[in-house]
T-cell receptor, first 111, second 119 residues
Framework: TQLLEQSPQFLSIQEGENLTVYCNSSSVFSSLQWYRQEPGEGPVLLVTVVTGGEVKKLKRLTFQFGDARKDSSLHITAAQPGDTGLYLCAGVDNAGNMLTFGGGTRLMVKP | DAGVIQSPRHEVTEMGQEVTLRCKPISGHDYLFWYRQTMMRGLELLIYFNNNVPIDDSGMPEDRFSAKMPNASFSTLKIQPSEPRDSAVYFC?????????????????FGEGSWLTVV
């Protein structure tokens, strides 16, 4: 079973700062997703990446899929308090296993 | 669309009692998933259904847990008897596609969760 490790586990920053969170595995993924979960809510899909080296942008969020399709990163520019939440990566490997979630990065952006 | 609807939102029960969590998936979605989320273990898949049929229940912790989907618009997750270590947030989710293999990235839609506390 693939294992997705996310880092850091916790991140507390000031409004306006930039940050990057990582999702790493020893497995190769056919696709990888990023979700954001706000307190008291379920996870909501932000993006899906499927091609090695792919970069997708969603306003101030930039998602990158590693060339080898084993890792991904999420970069947030000029973080805002509204970005606060739990960021989860989830991957589907090539062996037919079910979508697996990482442990998440809990982000707090202070005003 | 109303999204995935779960009930109850919060439940506090005593150890040994039966707990039933309910879910109404998004209409037209063929796949329904039950997840459990805790700080220690993160988001874990318990079981999923395709067209009301359980496909993989390998994530169900033990015999105290059971799930049913009697029709396309309703599913239950039952814990009997409940134990304090079952305390968690239980999410139901639905999707038009199954997230394996050549999964194209169809969205999995999560409900707001059922917060269970067993004392």
């Amino acid at each position: 079973t693939q294992l997705l490790e996310q880092s850091p586990q916790f991140l507390s920053i000031q409004e306006g700062e930039n940050l990057t969170v990582y999702c790493n595995s020893s497995s190769v993924f056919s696709s990888l997703q990023w979700y954001r979960q706000e307190p008291g809510e379920g996870p909501v899909l932000l993006v899906t990446v499927v091609t090695g080296g792919e970069v997708k942008k969603l306003k101030r969020l930039t998602f990158q899929f590693g060339d080898a399709r084993k890792d991904s990163s999420l970069h947030i520019t000029a973080a805002q308090p509204g970005d606060t939440g739990l960021y989860l990566c989830a991957g589907v490997d090539n062996a037919g296993n079910m979508l697996t979630f990482g442990g998440g990065t809990r982000l707090m952006v202070k005003p | 669309d109303a999204g995935v609807i779960q009930s109850p939102r919060h439940e506090v029960t005593e150890m040994g009692q039966e707990v039933t969590l309910r879910c109404k998936p998004i209409s037209g979605h063929d796949y329904l998933f039950w997840y459990r989320q805790t700080m220690m273990r993160g988001l874990e898949l318990l079981i999923y259904f395709n067209n009301n049929v359980p496909i993989d229940d390998s994530g169900m912790p033990e015999d105290r847990f059971s799930a049913k989907m009697p029709n396309a618009s309703f599913s239950t997750l039952k814990i009997q008897p409940s134990e304090p270590r079952d305390s968690a947030v239980y999410f139901c989710a639905s999707s038009p596609d199954v997230p394996t293999g050549t999964f194209s990235g169809n969205t999995i839609y999560f409900g707001e969760g059922s917060w269970l506390t067993v004392v």
